[in-house]
């Protein structure tokens, strides 16, 4: 039973690029949200993808994006990159938006900006 | 009101000890609390969670202690072994919009000694 993967595992980018980052969710789920943990910090909420919508969003700016496909995996896209977007983006994935639910994580991408 | 309080942030513990970790949450609208371990390089591992209207749970080794009128949980991991050693999230989950979140707390390194 694979759990959610992510690719890919780290990556290297500059001010002003553009990244997608990608996440298979766990089987039997169908729910996607993603996560930004900054080192020494939390995860903190980005959005969540649910039927090929998104359902909630975090306090992120529209350079912040994302999708959802119908097999439920999941690409978060992320333009004009910021040094402070440098951080570990988690994706999580659950069964439906309902009470509950566990959300269980990938081990991330690392996203460095030079 | 999103924010989820986590004491203390560190903390040493001795092999055999019991480590003791407390989360604070001031929204009442939160209706699902999960922990969180967190290794290294590594996502984030749900460990257990529980439902508002439950005061405690225990699997294994682990146990939730819940005081809704105190808007306060705690997580208490009994006979703490090396291996043990992480770093521990407490959060919360609400719900809008036809979607859910996850509010995190700033996490605790735990370190258990022989």
């Known amino acids: 039973d694979a759990g959610v993967t992510q690719s890919p595992t780290h990556l290297i980018k500059t001010r002003g690029q553009q990244v997608t980052l990608r996440c298979s969710p766990k089987?039997?789920?169908?729910?996607v949200s993603w996560y930004q943990q900054a080192l020494g910090q939390g995860p903190q909420f980005i959005f969540q993808?649910?039927?090929?919508?998104e359902r909630q969003r975090g306090n992120f700016p529209d350079r912040f994006s994302g999708h959802q496909f119908p097999n439920y995996s999941s690409e978060l896209n992320v333009n004009a990159l910021l040094l402070g977007d440098s951080a570990l983006y988690l994706c999580?994935?659950?069964w439906g938006t309902g009470n509950n639910q566990p959300q269980h994580f990938g081990d991330g991408t690392r996203l460095s900006i030079l | 009101q999103q924010q989820v309080k986590q004491s203390p942030q560190s903390l040493i513990v001795q092999k055999g000890g019991i480590s003791i970790i407390n989360c604070a949450y001031e929204?009442?609208?939160?209706?699902?609390f999960p922990w969180y371990q967190q290794f290294p390089g590594k996502g984030p591992a749900l460990l257990i969670a529980?439902?508002?209207?439950?005061s405690e749970k225990k699997e294994g080794r682990f146990t939730i202690s819940f005081n809704k009128s105190a808007k306060q949980f705690s997580l208490h991991i009994m006979d703490s072994q090396p291996g043990d050693s992480a770093t521990y999230f407490c959060?919360?989950?609400?719900?809008?919009?036809?979607?859910?979140?996850?509010?995190f707390g700033t996490g605790t390194q735990l370190k258990v000694e022989l």
């Open positions: 529980i439902r508002p209207d439950v």
């Open positions: 993808y649910y039927e090929e919508e």
């Open positions: 089987s039997g789920h169908d729910t």
């Open positions: 929204n009442t609208a939160f209706d699902y």
């Open positions: 959060a919360a989950l609400i719900h809008s919009g036809g979607g859910n979140k996850l509010t």
């Open positions: 999580a994935s659950s």
